[in-house]
């Protein structure tokens, strides 16, 4: 059985750092590509960001571009998104999500975690 | 402002057929298939249907999906009011270099 299992969120103040991590088990990690999605309270999904199965290909949305980076380690089964300069704004449940294929290139995410809280408020 | 439009909410009585629209772009509906994602309240998005028209395993029937050139829809018929929920459109966009979202439809069951 897939599973996405994330972990690291809290209260931040404004300005400050974070880390996700989301922990998989039940499918080869190393050989998807991977996300993260968020959504603010009572809003819409948001992709944040994505990395290749081989870290060679990362994309981020223009809200996130040089505040968050987007890791993996294959060898533990894990997936990382560091955020820092958090803003009020980037308050929100972030979802891991597994793409069905090795490279960021597609809207097909076909399992999701349960979601990590990240809220940013002094 | 999401890059692809929903209708905030949609509504049918049981056993009704419903459709929700989702309209984009060429960068992004235009060039790239849709997928369509089902939240329950409370929960974590579900996949509900990829590339255009495909259901995952275990997703009934009921539910399928369609495109036409920047636009897609997804329809539900033999409503049932286990299928309350949020419903998102969810495209690559080719422009932006990476999947965007709808906002999202509310399905209400009367």
């Known amino acids: 059985e897939v599973q996405l299992v994330e972990s690291g969120g809290g209260l931040v103040q404004p300005g400050r750092s974070l880390r996700l991590s989301c922990a998989a088990s039940?499918?080869?990690?190393?050989?998807?590509?991977m996300h993260w999605v968020r959504q603010a309270p009572g809003k819409g999904l948001e992709w944040v960001s994505g990395?290749?199965?081989?870290?060679?290909?990362?994309g981020y949305a223009d809200s996130v571009k040089g505040r968050f980076t987007i890791s993996r380690d294959n060898a533990k089964n894990s997936l990382y998104l560091q955020m820092n300069s958090l803003r009020a704004e980037d308050t929100a449940l972030y979802y891991c999500a597994k793409e069905i294929g090795r490279m960021v290139r597609g809207a097909h995410f076909d399992y999701w975690g349960q979601g990590t809280l990240v809220t940013v408020s002094s | 402002q999401s890059v692809l439009t929903q209708p905030p909410s949609a509504s049918g009585t049981p056993g009704q057929r419903v459709t929700i629209s989702c309209s984009g772009s060429r960068s992004n509906i235009g060039s790239n298939t849709v997928n369509w994602y089902q939240q329950l309240p409370g929960t974590a998005p579900k996949l509900l249907i990829y590339s255009n028209n495909q259901r995952p395993s275990g997703v009934p029937d009921r539910f399928s999906g369609s495109k036409s050139g920047t636009s897609a829809s997804l329809a539900i018929s033999g409503l049932q009011s286990e299928d309350e929920a949020d419903y998102y459109c969810?495209?690559?966009?080719?422009?932006?270099?990476?999947?965007?979202f709808g906002g999202g439809t509310k399905l209400t069951v009367l």
């Open positions: 969810a495209a690559w966009d080719d422009s932006l270099n990476g999947p965007v």
């Open positions: 990395i290749s199965w081989n870290s060679d290909s990362i």
């Open positions: 039940g499918f080869t990690f190393e050989d998807y590509a």
